[in-house]
């Protein structure tokens, strides 16, 4: 059975870091475009981030040049590093393949920008 546990998040003040850390368990991840998601309260769930196998990276305009997304693959493991937060970054984070999400949801990990 296919995986997600998301963990590395919490409450930052504007301005802060934080780095996400997704672990993939069930199969491979190699091979799969993988993408961190968000969900803020009342909005729908978008795709903020996402890298290829080859690392070929892609970014929403909404974090382009903040947030950083990488992977391990000997880990599968998938991580996003976030600087220059704003309450806007406020959200549950969550990491799937990408576009076409393949698999269950797992629970995600709360960021909460605020001073």
């Known amino acids: 059975q296919v995986q997600f546990v998301e963990s590395g998040g919490g409450l930052v003040q504007p301005g802060g870091s934080l780095r996400l850390s997704c672990a993939a368990s069930?199969?491979?991840?190699?091979?799969?475009?993988m993408g961190w998601y968000r969900q803020a309260p009342g909005k729908q769930r978008e795709l903020v981030a996402s890298?290829?196998?080859?690392?070929?990276?892609n970014y929403a305009d909404a974090v382009k040049g903040r947030f950083t997304i990488s992977r391990d693959n000997a880990k599968n493991t998938v991580y996003l590093q976030m600087n220059s937060l704003s309450p806007e970054d406020t959200a549950v984070y969550y990491c799937?393949?990408?576009?076409?999400?393949?698999?269950?949801w797992g629970q995600g990990t709360q960021v909460t920008v605020s001073s």
């Open positions: 069930g199969t491979s991840f190699s091979r799969y475009r």
């Open positions: 890298i290829n196998s080859s690392d070929n990276r």
């Open positions: 799937n393949t990408a576009p076409t999400t393949l698999f269950r």
